[in-house]
């Protein structure tokens, strides 16, 4: 199967994959209910990017992109939160692949809204 290449779907599971990193690492710090709640939101990106590449409907995929957006939001609370707090791991590295998801995002939601 030869898929084309789809720059936000790549980008929100490579992510994915460096939250999931850095919140083992976390973990080991015993930071439970963090690592929790930013797994669940770092991960839901794109998991619900992926879900809006078979919407029902032009209306379902931008609910679906706007639904990761929320996640998007709602992430970097999270990070934020560990970026600020000085007992945490370092998360740095993970704000610039964020941030770019996020422009992407809005790009997205931006040009596909209903008229």
């Known amino acids: ?45 794109g998991a619900n990017v992926r879900e809006a590449q078979s919407p029902e409907s032009k209306a379902d995929f931008v609910h679906k992109m706007k639904i990761a957006a929320k996640e998007a939001d709602e992430t970097e609370y999270w990070l934020s939160l560990c970026q600020k707090t000085s007992s945490y791991p370092n998360c740095d590295h993970l704000f610039p692949k964020f941030t770019s ?7 997205i939601i931006g040009s596909s809204k209903l008229k």
């Open 1 to 45: 199967m030869n898929e084309k290449e789809n720059l936000i779907l790549d980008l929100t599971f490579e992510f994915a994959l460096a939250i999931i990193s850095y919140c083992e690492e976390l973990e080991l710090y015993r930071k439970y209910v963090i690592s929790k709640q930013l797994l669940r939101s770092g991960t839901s990106i």
């Open 101 to 107: 998801i996020q422009k992407i995002l809005s790009k």
